[in-house]
Nanobody
Framework: QVQLVESGGGSVQAGGSLRLSCAVF????????MAWFRQAPGKEREGVAGIDSGGTTTYADSVKGRFTISKDNAKNTLYLQMNSLTPEDTAMYYC???????????????????WGQGTQVTVSS
C-alpha cells in the first residue's frame, strides 16, 4: 500500500524558514514526478514545486527563488525548503507522486496520483 506522509509544518514569523518532508512508504513503481502543492482557505489547490525522475525542478512563480525542492531517492523522501516566508505562503501543503512526468510541469491536480494528508504552514506578520 502506497502512503505519503508529510511533516515539518508549523508556525513561523514572516521572513522565517521551514523545511517540509514527505516520506513515501511502499514507493510506487514508475514514479516519474514528485511535487508539492498547497491550498489556502477559500482558494484552489495550486502547484508549488515539482521534481521529475531526472532531477529537473519546476517552481511556481510565486515561490521561485525562495523555495527549493529536493529528494533523497535512497530514503524515498521528498523535501521542500522554504525560505523568506510571507503570510501569503500560509496554506496546507501536500505532497504528491505521479507516474506521469508532465505533472511536474503542468501541476494538474485532477489527474490522479498519490497524495499525502497535508501539513499546515502558518506564517504570521
Amino acid at each position: 500500500q502506497v502512503q505519503l506522509v508529510e511533516s515539518g509544518g508549523g508556525s513561523v514569523q514572516a521572513g522565517g524558514s521551514l523545511r517540509l518532508s514527505c516520506a513515501v512508504f511502499g514507493y510506487p513503481a514508475s514514479t516519474n514526478c514528485m511535487a508539492w502543492f498547497r491550498q489556502a482557505p477559500g482558494k484552489e489547490r495550486e502547484g508549488v514545486a515539482g521534481i521529475d525522475s531526472g532531477g529537473t525542478t519546476t517552481y511556481a512563480d510565486s515561490v521561485k527563488g525562495r523555495f527549493t525542492i529536493s529528494k533523497d531517492n535512497a530514503k524515498n523522501t521528498l523535501y521542500l525548503q522554504m525560505n523568506s516566508l510571507t503570510p501569503e505562503d500560509t496554506a496546507m501543503y501536500y505532497c504528491a507522486a505521479f507516474g506521469n512526468w508532465r505533472r511536474c510541469r503542468d501541476f494538474r491536480t485532477d489527474a490522479g496520483g498519490y497524495w499525502g494528508q497535508g501539513t499546515q504552514v502558518t506564517v504570521s506578520s
